[in-house]
């Protein structure tokens, strides 16, 4: 079946620096690639989305690219701070309806 | 205030005692959902509706029951709830489809002992 493949697991910066997130997924007739932000005890929210039209997205410091050839999309972080701490999630949505979601990425700033 | 709601939002309970846990989006929004997190593996969906009397399945629809009887109301009913089933569930809605953004509830803090 369709699936999201989501690494690293954990990933630790230090603050300033950059951090890459990367995702794979299996359906090609995926057309929509959200990413989501999920704060420690809080739900997931929507920090920036790119659909299949268009290789790169930019929102401030974060930016989505996607490669639609190698089935695979990558958010990138720069000048990364404290309070990027948090659960960040890919996922893809699928011809049937479905969003599927990756395993989520733990990242970890350190001031 | 545009929202998702859920309730409870905690629920200790046992095995095999009937449950609902109810969700309510006061958008209008068409495509309703509910998904299970659970450690390292993700937000994996258990199922959707489109609109009124639409429902689908996702990927972990087994032990779960929904229903779509008005636009803003889709309940998830464990019939018969296991300890596998311990989980934090979260409900979310779309304006119209999968490709727009999501807004999550607050989340549910499910126990089955």
């Known amino acids: 079946g369709e699936n999201v493949e989501q690494h690293p697991s954990t990933l630790s910066v230090q603050e300033g620096d950059s951090a890459v997130i990367k995702c794979t997924y299996s359906?090609?007739?995926?057309?929509?690639f959200p990413w989501y932000k999920q704060e420690l005890g809080k739900r997931p929210q929507l920090i920036i989305d790119?659909?299949?039209?268009?290789g790169e997205k930019k929102d401030q410091r974060i930016a989505v690219t996607l490669n639609k050839t190698a089935k695979h999309f990558s958010l990138h972080i720069t000048e990364t701070q404290p309070e990027d701490s948090a659960v960040y999630f890919c996922a893809a949505s699928s011809q049937g309806g479905k969003l599927i979601f990756g395993q989520g990425t733990e990242l970890s700033v350190k001031p | 205030e545009a929202q998702v709601t859920q309730n409870p939002r905690y629920l200790i309970t046992v095995t095999g005692k009937k449950l609902t846990v109810t969700c309510s989006q006061n958008?209008?929004?068409?495509?309703m959902s509910w998904y299970r997190q659970d450690p390292g593996l993700g937000l994996r969906q258990i199922y959707y509706?489109?609109?009124?009397?639409?429902?689908d399945k996702g990927d972990v629809p087994e032990g779960y029951k929904v229903s779509r009887k008005e636009k803003r109301n889709f309940p998830l009913i464990l019939e018969s709830p296991s300890p596998n089933q311990t989980s934090l569930y979260f409900c979310a809605s779309t304006l119209s489809r999968n490709t727009d953004t999501q807004y999550f509830g607050p989340g549910t803090r499910l126990t089955v002992l």
């Open positions: 509706s489109m609109n009124v009397e639409v429902t």
């Open positions: 958008m209008n929004h068409e495509y």
């Open positions: 790119i659909r299949s039209n268009v």
């Open positions: 359906d090609s007739a995926s057309n929509y």
